[in-house]
């Protein structure tokens, strides 16, 4: 069965940083992409960051380019989320795709965490 378990979320004052940490097991995760996406009180989930196997290449979304780095050491991906802002309040979720690349959908991810909370305060 595949586990995916988010860990490192907490409240934080804006200006801020967190890191953020994600484990798969079950597979044999070294092959396949992970990424993170987040969702905020009736908004639909964002897309943030994904890694690629290797962890070489990587894709953000604008909205957190230069902010957030993912970076990720075998099953394990990691989300480092600097300079927060209010606006980044939302429960944060990993997950992981069986397919290559830097996949950016919702369905292109297979499997899911139960996500951890971010709170930022102003």
């Known amino acids: 069965q595949v586990q995916v378990v988010e860990s490192g979320g907490g409240l934080v004052q804006a200006g801020g940083s967190l890191r953020l940490s994600c484990t798969a097991s079950g597979r044999t995760f070294g092959s396949l992409a992970m990424g993170w996406f987040r969702q905020a009180p009736g908004k639909e989930r964002e897309f943030l960051a994904s890694?690629?196997?290797?962890?070489?290449g990587t894709y953000y979304a604008d909205s957190v380019k230069g902010r957030f780095t993912i970076s990720r050491d075998r099953n394990t991906v990691y989300l480092q989320m600097n300079g927060l802002k209010p606006e980044d309040t939302a429960v944060y979720f990993c997950?992981?795709?069986?397919?290559?690349?830097?996949?950016?959908?919702?369905?292109?991810?297979?499997?899911w965490g139960q996500g951890t909370q971010v709170t930022v305060s102003s």
């Open positions: 890694v690629t196997w290797s962890g070489a």
């Open positions: 997950a992981v795709s069986g397919g290559r690349g830097t996949p950016y959908k919702l369905s292109q991810f297979d499997y």
